[in-house]
């Protein structure tokens, strides 16, 4: 079966321009989530979503961040106006709904760079 | 607040030795979650194990152990007879019952010399 994928795996963006990034779940999987993980920091959660909804956003910088999971397609993490901060890597995860917590499986992560 | 301690920032060790990497946890939770999560050079991050907070059972998988101690709020792992294909980062995390957000640890890079 195949794990969680993204991409791009690399993507250059330039100061100002917008950063798509794409999340497929292993399939079965209707909770998916973004991490992010800044340079000398660790992971950071941003933010929990299950299909078409919006769970948990508390990681989520206030500006320029969204993100959304549609009835069909991947999950995208959307950043406008990208600024060099926000060059770091972008991970997401997927899980099945499992008793009291889930149990997230990771994808390989999108290495944001942005000039 | 959720938090996840790993004091150790790099560990180096001759292969085929031991290598222990030391987790602590805070949380006011009465049901928690506890993993470790591994980052190989390649970067993905890979799910190793789970332990919920009522289960303080250790266990030993392969060369992997772990050491649940919930009356000091440790979740040590041990990987036995060390080798090239374990350097990596390895991460610690926590999460507790009814909220997925996992708060991860600062990691700790373990490099095996051949």
């Known amino acids: 079966n195949a794990g969680v994928m993204q991409n791009p795996r690399h993507l250059v963006r330039r100061r100002g321009q917008e950063a798509r990034l794409r999340c497929s779940p292993v399939?079965?999987?209707?909770?998916v989530y973004w991490y992010r993980q800044l340079p000398e920091e660790g992971l950071k959660f941003m933010v929990y979503?299950?299909?078409?909804?919006?769970?948990?956003e508390s990681g989520m910088p206030k500006e320029r961040f969204s993100a959304e999971f549609p009835k069909e397609g991947p999950s995208i993490l959307r950043i406008q106006q990208v600024v060099r901060g926000d060059s770091a890597a972008y991970f997401c995860?997927?899980?099945?709904?499992?008793?009291?917590?889930?149990?997230?499986?990771f994808g390989p992560g999108t290495r944001l760079t942005v000039l | 607040a959720q938090k996840v301690t790993q004091a150790q920032t790099e560990i180096s060790v001759v292969e085929k030795e031991d290598v222990t990497l030391d987790c602590v946890y805070e949380?006011?939770?009465?049901?928690?979650?506890l993993f470790w999560y591994k980052q190989p050079p390649s970067g993905e991050l890979v799910f190793l194990i789970r332990?919920?907070?009522?289960?303080?059972q250790n266990e030993i998988s392969g060369r992997y152990s772990w050491n649940f101690q919930k009356s000091t709020s440790s979740f040590n792992f041990t990987i036995t007879a060390s080798q090239v294909v374990d350097s990596a980062v390895y991460f610690c995390?926590?999460?507790?019952?009814?909220?997925?957000?996992?708060?991860f640890g600062k990691g700790n890079q373990v490099v095996v010399i051949p």
């Open positions: 332990r919920n907070s009522f289960d303080e």
């Open positions: 979503l299950q299909k078409e909804n919006i769970i948990d």
């Open positions: 399939k079965g999987h209707s909770h």
């Open positions: 949380t006011r939770d009465t049901t928690y979650y």
């Open positions: 995860a997927s899980s099945v709904r499992e008793g009291g917590t889930d149990t997230q499986y």
């Open positions: 995390a926590l999460s507790s019952y009814g909220n997925n957000r996992l708060a």
